[in-house]
């Protein structure tokens, strides 16, 4: 799981949320199978919405140039971004995400490898929402600040507890990963991660060069695109 802060500008995020707040929103069922119908009580701006579409591509922008995003995720693929609303109690039970989703657009299917919550709300507008992520070593809860993003991985089982005051405004998506497995993901990540402030102390040293190439070869052995 990683946080990946200032996502988007307090600018955008406001922007977003005057445009969100005189949408029409429906029921969440309309995007999830069996299992999650059960269990998912909240709203969601259709998939087909123009407003929607045109917020998720400032998403996706933002995504493109977020170092931190690429070096997480190594995505090929991310679903145009969808928008939730969940207030008076609404909530998410305990669910995975569905394995494979089609882009609406195209047809193009993408195999959901990483989960990510926007959020466009602050932590003091609502109470509840926090979403659980359940991994090997527990529940983590996240509950971050407007523009911030959580990225999980999306064979994870989580859920978004009730909203008992004001609203929890986020937006969510699935990105296809050039690293289909987790652990070789997050191995990459810390390596390019001990890289980078390797580098920023020392310079580019033979050895910095053996380590890059080093990172390289192994993204060469596991990505498929
Ligand atoms: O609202 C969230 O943070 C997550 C939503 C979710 O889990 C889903 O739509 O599958
Ligand atoms: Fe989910």
Redesign the pocket.
């Known amino acids: 799981m990683l946080h990946i802060p200032g996502v988007l500008s307090r600018e955008q995020v406001a922007d977003m949320r005057r445009r969100l707040d005189e949408s029409q929103w429906v029921d969440g069922r309309a995007t999830v199978g069996t299992q999650g119908a059960k269990v998912k009580q909240n709203r969601q701006l259709p998939e087909t919405s123009p407003l929607g579409l045109e917020l998720g591509q400032i998403i996706l922008t933002a995504l493109a140039g977020n170092p931190l995003f690429f070096s997480a995720a190594l995505p090929l693929r991310t679903i145009p971004p969808l928008f939730n609303c969940y207030a008076g109690g609404e909530h998410?039970g305990a669910?995975i995400?569905g394995s494979m989703r089609r882009i609406p657009a195209t047809g193009q299917w993408v195999r959901t490898d990483v989960?990510s919550t926007l959020f466009l709300c602050d932590p003091d507008e609502y109470d509840g929402g926090e979403l659980i992520v359940t991994d090997q070593y527990g529940e983590h809860e996240v509950k971050l600040p407007a523009g911030d993003l959580i990225l999980y991985p999306s064979t994870s089982i989580?859920r978004v507890e009730p909203v008992t005051r004001g609203a929890r405004i986020c937006s969510f998506f699935w990105t296809q990963s050039m690293v289909r497995d987790d652990m070789r993901r997050s191995m990459l990540l810390e390596l390019d991660q001990n890289i980078q402030s390797l580098r920023a102390r020392l310079g580019d040293c033979p050895e910095m060069v053996g380590l890059t190439g080093h990172y390289h070869n192994l993204l060469r052995q596991w990505s498929e695109v």
């Open positions: 998410y669910h995400d989960s989580h």
